[in-house]
């Protein structure tokens, strides 16, 4: 098979679950938004169901039709991007909670669904999402006459625990939510590691569901192995791939593997990853190119068959740190040609 196989593990991602759940000190939802941070909404949710979550959070109301339609009436699904112009008739017809952002939204949820299950988000300082805290005061009795399911924000710096934008924003929450008998939540994965003073009635881990940081005892849920489509003998002095940018200073065997860019294995990481072959070594030589990386298998003794290039040795964190960027990226930028499988 000339495409790349993705498997994905969806009994660790309920292992997560489990794991995040155990040390939150309320409900334990799961964000699915970006479809399942790239791993197929429907699967993610299903799998994530089954290990308990009964809520579930998407970025847009879009996502939540495909989740509702994966996961039956059961379950919550909240939209983070509130009620957008146009967003009514799918947040009626898939009874989609909007966690409403702005006065405008509120004035269009009230005026649109009247007695339509939404929540309300606050900025507590992100500047990103929700309602600054002068709006807040100024519609505060309005909003919570009409019964919110939740009142939430978001923590800009989460994933540094000794940041002190953390304990910035959790006193803006607090200052914000005192004597509001709504269920609150203002922490994602990042938020639940920073302890139970952030966790308030519910979390909403992302990242560390799908096994990235900062979730550091997250197992593993995707493997990436690469079909070797050619190997070839290299001469001292000889280059390899665009750019020349590789010249072998010994005899080499490289292996040419189908992936590249356009798969999500991001040009910039370059020939600072490896590939494995059980815990043994390869490291990319030259640069990735559009649907191809060469990797220089000299010592292996061997031609394989495939060279594993995410697993439990190199994480979906280490290759995105030789690109430059962190797990969510890589996860979602996974492209469409894998040969995709699920277990679990
Ligand atoms: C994406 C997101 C989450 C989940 O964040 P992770 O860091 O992936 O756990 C939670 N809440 C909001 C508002 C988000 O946008």
């Known amino acids: 098979m000339s495409t790349a196989k993705l498997s994905i593990d969806l009994e660790a991602l309920a292992t997560n679950w489990r794991n995040l759940d155990a040390l939150s000190a309320g409900e334990t939802a799961a964000v699915v938004k970006a479809n399942g941070y790239g791993l197929d909404t429907g699967r993610v949710g299903q799998a994530l169901a089954t290990a308990g979550a009964r809520n579930f959070f998407v970025a847009a109301a879009e996502e939540g039709v495909a989740l509702r339609r994966a996961l039956g009436p059961n379950i919550g699904i ?29 004035l269009r949820h009230f005026e649109n669904l009247p007695g339509h299950s939404f929540g309300v988000q606050l900025d507590s300082g992100m500047n990103r999402l929700g309602m600054e805290p002068a709006e807040w005061a100024a519609l505060r ?40 008998e709504v269920p609150r939540s203002l922490s994602a994965t990042g938020g639940i590691l920073l302890g139970p003073d952030y966790h308030f009635d519910l979390c909403r881990p992302g990242i560390g569901l799908y096994g990235g940081l900062p979730y550091s005892d997250a197992v593993p849920v995707i493997s990436l192995d690469l079909p070797v489509i050619q190997i ?45 072959v059980g815990d043994k070594i390869y490291p990319v030589v030259g640069r990735v190119s559009m649907d191809l990386i060469t990797v220089d298998v000299t010592d292996l003794g061997e031609d394989p068959e495939s060279l594993s290039l995410i697993n439990h040795h190199q994480t979906i ?7 430059g960027t962190i797990g969510y990226e890589i996860l979602t930028s996974l492209g469409h040609r894998y040969a995709r499988s699920y277990s679990g």
């Not at 009409?146 to 304990?167: G, K, R, T, Y």
């Not at 860019?261 to 490896?274: C, H, P, S, T």
Request: proline share 4%; with cysteine.
């Open 78 to 106: 909240s939209v983070f991007s509130g009620h957008m112009d146009g967003d009514t008739h799918l947040l009626k017809e898939f009874n989609l909670t909007p966690m409403l952002n702005s006065v405008d939204q509120m």
């Open 141 to 180: 009795e309005i909003a919570l006459g009409q019964n919110p399911v939740l009142v939430m924000s978001h923590l800009a710096c989460a994933d540094e625990p000794n940041h002190p934008m953390n304990a910035l924003q959790l006193k803006v929450f607090r200052d914000m939510t005192e004597g509001v």
């Open 232 to 276: 070839r003998d290299v001469l001292p002095g000889e280059s390899v791939g665009y750019g020349n940018s590789w010249i072998a200073r010994r005899r080499s065997r490289i292996a040419t593997v189908a992936a590249g860019y356009a798969d999500g294995l991001i040009r910039a990481m370059g020939a600072g990853i490896n590939t494995y």
């Open 317 to 323: 964190d280490q290759v995105a740190d030789a690109a």
